[in-house]
């Protein structure tokens, strides 16, 4: 089978995209097929990837007319793993979607092909920063979602916010089966008092949901999208690389992936 | 008169609400009356500053049912500094208003007798990371647009959609006023390339909009919000307090606030 996971988180800035991209290609490197779904509008995730930015590559118009999301997967320079990229246009999904019908499973329709066909082992959405459509619609279409949360204060305000959703999207009916994943703790800056205190207070409140891998702030992290490369292509022995593939290696294990 | 700023950056976690904050703080400080606009529904500047959220608090009714602002002015800890606070709620306004008349120009509206009562000599209005309803409602409220960009590549990858969303405001006569004020540099790491490359890139591009100033990345300006206080409550010494304070002054000139 496919499992589906949404990374998403309203706080923007918090390593999401960092994450859907290396994550993803950790998880490709041990011979796992990966889908990577680029949903937000600003298309970090497909520029970190080497891709331009072109319109007509998204899911746009196959979200807005039911169509089917084949067509838009493209091969990456990493061995296994896979990428549906984002337009600008993506950002109208927001309030055009607004008054249809079935509006929050538009596009778990739109990837129903890609789920029955188990072409991948594991597909991951990378959201904008919001709790509008977009995101909404990425966790209506998974299995689990997983929180990046970056290890300072203002970090934490809206994890309450993002698991009230989760619990409304269970109970409602719109995707039961929904689970927490994981909480992923990202730039975790071993010199701060801060960032301790972050990361224990979190461990305190949510115990084994989060990854014992902790992703250190590295700056070889940020320099690799500009290049279009993930971390394993641009500095594979760097401190952001190794963590990489050890959550990697806790997310195969913990969703049995393979 | 009062001179309105918006400040946004579809990127998250970029320092636009440690911008809002501890620039108004440096403003106020200086003896120019200064209201904060919290327009994000994460309320970050809301619990920055140091108070609990709160439904009702919020300019949500008053943007939607076509009321003054005036009843929502807090005062804070920070003498001269005053601020209109969010709340969840908020987030609706960016479906809700989507098929009412004047959508763009509801906030404005609202904020109008605080701007005829020049009982402010800046008011500041801080946004969610995203180039919705909400960031496009600040920004035909105000006269001058403020970015705040991270030191960082993925920070400039949108800069050239907020500035198409401007010149849209501008030419649509939704207001035509609408300036460009400046691009804040925020989190600079002076010991990283990286750091160094995209500041210098920036300048190349944007010149004089780019103020002289650069925020560098310090721990204590991360601190500060967990404890609801400005930097210059939590560290004045720090090299935060200091880059905010030097700001402040290139505004004040900048902007003849004085
Ligand atoms: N562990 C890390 N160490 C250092 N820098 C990092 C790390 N993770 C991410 N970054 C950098 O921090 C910035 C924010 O990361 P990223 O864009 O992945 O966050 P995001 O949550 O996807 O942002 P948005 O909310 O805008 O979608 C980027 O410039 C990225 O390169
Ligand atoms: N100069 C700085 N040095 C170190 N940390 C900083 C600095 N400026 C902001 N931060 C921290 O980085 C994170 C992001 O900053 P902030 O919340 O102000 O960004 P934002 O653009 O308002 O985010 P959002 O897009 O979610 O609204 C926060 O945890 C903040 O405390
Ligand atoms: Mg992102
Ligand atoms: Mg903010």
């Known amino acids: 089978p496919t499992t589906f996971f949404t990374i998403a988180n309203q706080k923007g800035g918090v390593g999401k995209t960092t994450s859907a991209i290396n994550l993803g290609a950790a998880i490709a490197s041990k011979n796992i097929s990966c889908l990577l779904v680029d949903l937000d509008p600003q298309a970090n995730a497909t520029s970190g990837l080497g891709f331009e930015k072109e319109e007509g590559q998204s899911l746009y118009q196959a979200i807005l007319e039911e169509e089917k999301a084949d067509s838009k997967v493209r091969e990456t320079s990493t061995k296994n ?5 984002s337009e600008v246009d993506m950002a109208a999904v927001e309030t055009e979607l ?4 079935n509006y929050l499973v538009r596009l778990r329709e739109t990837l129903r092909a890609i ?5 991948f082992k594991a597909v991951i ?6 709790l509008g459509m977009l995101s909404m619609n990425a966790m209506a279409a998974s299995d689990f979602l997983l929180i990046a949360l970056q290890c300072e204060y203002l970090a934490m305000e809206g994890l309450g916010q993002i698991l009230s959703v989760l619990r409304q999207l269970q109970e409602a009916g719109v995707n039961p089966d929904l689970e927490l994943g994981g909480i992923m703790m990202t730039m975790y800056d071993v010199r701060t008092n801060l960032s301790r205190q972050v990361a224990s207070d979190v461990r305190q409140h949510f115990g084994k949901d989060v990854f014992s891998t902790m992703i ?6 940020g320099e690799a999208p500009s290049f279009g490369q ?5 500095d594979p022995l760097s401190a952001g690389a190794i963590a990489y593939q050890e959550l990697s290696t806790e997310v195969i294990k913990r969703f049995k992936l393979k």
Chains 1, 2 share one sequence.
């Open 81 to 85: 793993l896979f990428l549906i990229p």
């Open 98 to 101: 607004a008054n249809s019908k």
């Open 115 to 119: 789920k029955k066909s188990k072409r």
């Open 125 to 130: 959405i990378d959201c904008p920063p919001s």
């Open 216 to 221: 250190p702030r590295s700056i070889r992290l």
């Open 230 to 234: 993930t971390i394993f292509e641009y």
